[in-house]
Structures are given as C-alpha cells and as structure tokens.
C-alpha cells in the first residue's frame, strides 16, 4: 500500500512537468531522507545491550568471518550480476543492495528464532555499519564507476552523518546508567518507533519516484523487474550458504554459525534507501527497488529457514532424549 500511495502522491505533487522534477521537491527529499536514517539508526543503537557486544569480542572468529561475507564476498557476488541487469537504474540499485552492511536489528531476531548467539549478530551490525563509511563507497566505486556521476567522497561524508554517528551516538548515550536502564525498558516502544521510520522511509522513496512516472518517461519492464527480483534473492541465499558452510568449516559452534549465516547475509534498508535517493539525484530513479526486493526478500526468507532449522534441531534433540 505504501508504494503505490507513494508513487500517486510524488506524481501529483513532486514533478513540475513531464521532463523534470522540481529542485526544492529533489532537496527536501533529501534532506528528509537524512534525518529519518539517522533518527533510525539511533533508535536501534541506543537498545542494543553494549555488555553482549563486549561478550562476543571474547570469540571474534565468528563476527570476523560474518563481516567477511557481508562486506567483501556478497559484494563480489553482486558485481557481475549487476552488470548483467537490463537497466542502468537496476544495475546501480542491485551493486547498492550488495554494498550496504548488516541490519540494525533483523538479523539479531533471526538468529534468536533460530537458537543461535545473537551476541555475535549484534556486533557484526555494529562493525559492519561503521565500515560502512568507507566499504560501501569502495563496492560502489567498484561497480559502477563512471555510470554513476557520485563521487565517493561525497558518499562516505553523507553515510558518516546519517549512518556511523547515530551508531556512535547511541551506544554513547548507554554510557548513562539513566539513559541504559530507560532504553531496556521501552525496547519495545523505540524499536517500534524505528520500524514506523523504516516504512516512513519506504514511503518517501516512492514518493521521490513518483514524478518519474509520467508519459514520455521510461518505466522498466516486467522482464527487468524478475530479473532483478531473482538476483537479489540469489545473493541473499548465496550469503546464507556462505556464512553457514564458512561457520561448519571454521569449526564454530552451531550458535555462532546461525549467527555468522544470518548476520552475513542479511543487508540492511534504510542505509541502501539512503544511499539509492543519492543515486537517484543523478538520474537514476528506480534504483531503490532492489534494495526494497531485497529487504522483502530476505524477511520472507530468512523466517523459513529460521522455523525449518529450529524444527530440525528440536527433532534432534528429541530423538537424542529418546531412550
């Protein structure tokens, strides 16, 4: 609901015309798509516990090779596929969707739902969105290069203000035994308040493409759409395996390797929305819809793969309890 609504009211109201988009309309959806990430990345930082974080620095093998697959081997994957996309707006939004780093709190959920150490899954989301600041300009730079008229100086200076200090700021504020004990307490309220900005976020991003769908402008095909749609859903699988196999091979303990498949693998939404509506600016409206797919996709899938390999260890420990 929120995508269509987005693209009717950015139609009506965000064009001044059929070839172009109003400045102001451009700078305001910028400006609020800044805000609303940091206000997002916030949220999350300041409920995640700093004692856990310290706890799996005890074992950093398991977060090391999570943060391997997350911001070096998904986006090695995610190269030639971008390049194989029938657009230049999927192919750039798909090399997004590979770049950006870990969610802030999805990732920790299903590793719990899983029986796995979500200790370790909370610090891979803390570490690999403070590379963030200088990875995601690196794949981007990578992948696209000159299709893309974004420098990369100017990328890490906006993900260092929307994206690393939140991060920074809000495990800062735990340090306040008040400003902790009030973050534990309403978990619950700001972690909502966090997903409110999150589809706040999806919103806007419609919104900002709606002037785009006017007659005499190009829209993708259906061809275009399923062929992106199933690259992100292989690139997210592909991460599962990695992170899982890597984590069985290594020698991990089964936790940490839940941990390390579903921390690995899973790409977090508000840092690519931000990182697409800067794109965007340089004519590339749709470049948000992978990283949209993306995030629907690794929801629904993950969900499974958390129930299935949750349902296959309760067997087993059954039959093992059987005499």
């Not at 995601?136 to 990328?155: I, K």
């Not at 579903?262 to 690519?272: E, N, W, Y």
């Not at 749709?286 to 309760?314: C, E, G, K, W």
């Amino acid at each position: 609901m929120l995508i269509p609504l987005g693209f009717a009211l950015g139609r009506t109201f965000g064009g001044s015309g059929t070839n172009a988009v109003n400045p102001s309309f451009e700078a305001a959806l910028a400006a609020g798509m800044k805000v609303i990430v940091f206000q997002i990345l916030l949220l999350m930082s300041v409920t995640l516990d700093t004692r856990k974080l310290v706890e799996s620095l005890r074992t950093p093998g398991p977060v090391l090779w999570a943060a391997t697959v997350n911001a070096v081997l998904m986006p090695l994957l995610t190269w030639p596929l971008s390049r194989a996309q029938w657009t230049r707006d999927f192919s750039v939004g798909l090399m997004i969707a590979g770049s950006v780093p870990c969610t802030m709190a999805a990732a920790s959920v299903w590793t719990r739902r899983a029986g796995g150490n979500d200790a370790v899954s909370l610090l891979v989301t803390v570490l690999t969105n403070a590379l963030a600041v200088v990875v995601t300009p690196f794949w981007m730079e990578v992948g696209v290069g000159s299709r893309v008229s974004l420098e990369p100086r100017q990328l890490m200076a906006i993900l260092f203000v929307s994206a690393l200090l939140p991060i920074v700021t809000g495990q800062l504020l735990r340090l306040s035994r008040a400003c902790a004990a009030f973050a534990d307490r309403r978990k619950l309220l700001l972690s909502n308040l966090a997903q409110v900005c999150i589809l706040t976020t999806v919103f806007w991003s419609a919104y900002g493409a709606g002037p785009q769908l006017v007659p005499g402008r190009d829209v993708p095909a259906l061809g275009a759409v399923l062929l992106v749609w199933g690259c992100t859903m292989a690139i997210h699988i592909a991460g599962l395996v990695m992170g899982y196999w890597g984590g069985r091979r290594l020698g991990m303990s089964a936790e940490n390797t839940i941990a390390a498949a579903f921390a690995g693998s899973q790409k977090t939404l508000p840092i690519g929305i931000l990182v697409a509506e800067s794109v965007a600016r340089t004519g590339l409206p749709f470049a948000v819809f992978p990283m949209l797919m993306f995030h629907a996709s690794q929801l629904v899938i993950d969900t499974i793969v958390a129930d299935r390999y949750l349902n296959v260890t309760l067997l087993t420990e059954a039959q093992d309890a059987t005499p």
